[in-house]
T-cell receptor
Framework: DGGITQSPKYLFRKEGQNVTLSCEQN?????MYWYRQDPGQGLRLIYYSQIVNDFQKGDIAEGYSVSREKKESFPLTVTSAQKNPTAFYLC???????????FGPGTRLTVT | EDQVTQSPEALRLQEGESSSLNCSYTVSGLRGLFWYRQDPGKGPEFLFTLYSAGEEKEKERLKATLTKKESFLHITAPKPEDSATYLCASPPAGGSYIPTFGRGTSLIVHP
């Protein structure tokens, strides 16, 4: 089955540690996205990538980094510079940037 | 600035009590609208794309409609399993590559 996967489902880290969230898709989509979702805040875009080896900052990119070395993969690193990293992180992909997005199951990150 | 506003923020219904959710938008050069369903602790699930005013799409108890200024998600005779947050979003417009999401309507259907 085609789809988009995120791992792990739950992640716990100590403050000051970098952590990388995985996102893989086998939908052959060119565009991929990372969102952060906090209660009452809706979806906020962190980074997006229209094509391999290219990505752009979204609205809240500070303290995060990404790479897009393969079409299928778009990992997100939450660095120690992110002041409030505890959140639910969602990865999505779409055929192009104008089409509907397909989301992964999400990773809930807790930093203490 | 493109904006997508959903109302109400929360809606409680009795099983079988039909109602509608609203998504209004102020998007330049609108080229469609998306509806998603999100269950607690899960990623949003794509439901519909509406491309032009007057268009309607249905899936089970859900029917989405689109006018020039807003979209409605009609829920007919809802069941408890329809409880979820429903999100709408406009695709990128005006040179942007980023979709605009509303904050969602949290729907609870009581048995």
């Amino acid at each position: 089955d085609g789809g988009i996967t995120q791992s792990p489902k739950y992640l716990f880290r100590k403050e000051g540690q970098n952590v990388t969230l995985s996102c893989e898709q086998n939908l052959n989509h060119d565009a991929m996205y990372w969102y952060r979702q906090d209660p009452g805040q809706g979806l906020r875009l962190i980074y997006y990538s229209q094509i391999v080896n290219d990505f752009q900052k979204g609205d809240i990119a500070e303290g995060y980094s990404v790479s897009r070395e393969k079409k299928e993969s778009f990992p997100l690193t939450v660095t120690s510079a992110q002041k409030n990293p505890t959140a639910f992180y969602l990865c999505a992909s779409s055929v192009g940037t104008e089409g509907e997005q397909y989301f992964g199951p999400g990773t809930r990150l807790t930093v203490t | 600035e493109d904006q997508v506003t959903q109302s109400p923020e929360a809606l409680r219904l009795q099983e079988g009590e039909s109602s509608s959710l609203n998504c209004s938008y102020t998007v330049s050069g609108l080229r469609g609208l998306f509806w998603y369903r999100q269950d607690p602790g899960k990623g949003p699930e794509f439901l519909f794309t509406l491309y032009s005013a007057g268009e309607e799409k249905e899936k089970e108890r859900l029917k989405a409609t689109l006018t020039k200024k807003e979209s409605f998600l009609h829920i007919t005779a809802p069941k408890p399993e329809d409880s979820a947050t429903y999100l709408c979003a406009s695709p990128p417009a005006g040179g942007s590559y980023i979709p605009t999401f509303g904050r969602g309507t949290s729907l609870i259907v009581h048995p």
